[in-house]
């Protein structure tokens, strides 16, 4: 005899809670907002997946941009640190005091980093929740100079972050 239990709330167990942060340069910040997938509208660009944390007691945000590239396989998975755009890496940007228009007090232009891990964590209210994990990464911020044609390092910068929840799609 064969049974069948089907779940009908929409909700699958969660694992282990996992707090939802970024540190840089050994600061910590909680992650209150979600994570969005923002599609790219040129040929030649990476899928991103972004997030926009408001910085607290301010008007202004960071800016975490993370490229992986999935292949046709789905989102989950261990990407490796490159700019080549090779399936199965990832490229990251931070935006430090963003205040969306295009002013911001630096970037980076991503340096080293350690695997990024996105796994499916369960469901809630029927909406997939991910675990994504960058545990070290050395930001390498400054800005581009585009009449030299190359970019100006003003230091490095340690990064990691840990997110659990949804990854909303813009």
Partial sequence: MLVLLVSCSGNDTIKDPLVS????????FNINTYMYWENANTSG??????LMEP???????DLIIISPVPGPDSLEGNFLFSKTGDIGTYDLVFV????????????TNGENGEGLVIELDGVENGQNIYRLVIPNFTLNYGYWDYLAGK?????????????QGPIEMQ
Avoid: C, T
Wanted: aromatic share 18%; glycine share 4%.
């Fill in 55 to 61: 910085i607290p007691n301010s008007s202004l945000f």
């Fill in 21 to 28: 942060e970024y540190e840089l340069s050994g600061e910590l």
């Fill in 45 to 50: 660009e990476v899928d991103q997946i972004r």
């Fill in 151 to 163: 970019w100006i390092s003003e230091g490095q910068k340690q990064f990691k972050i840990s997110y």
């Fill in 96 to 107: 430090h005091n963003f205040d969306e228009e295009d002013e911001y007090q630096w970037l």
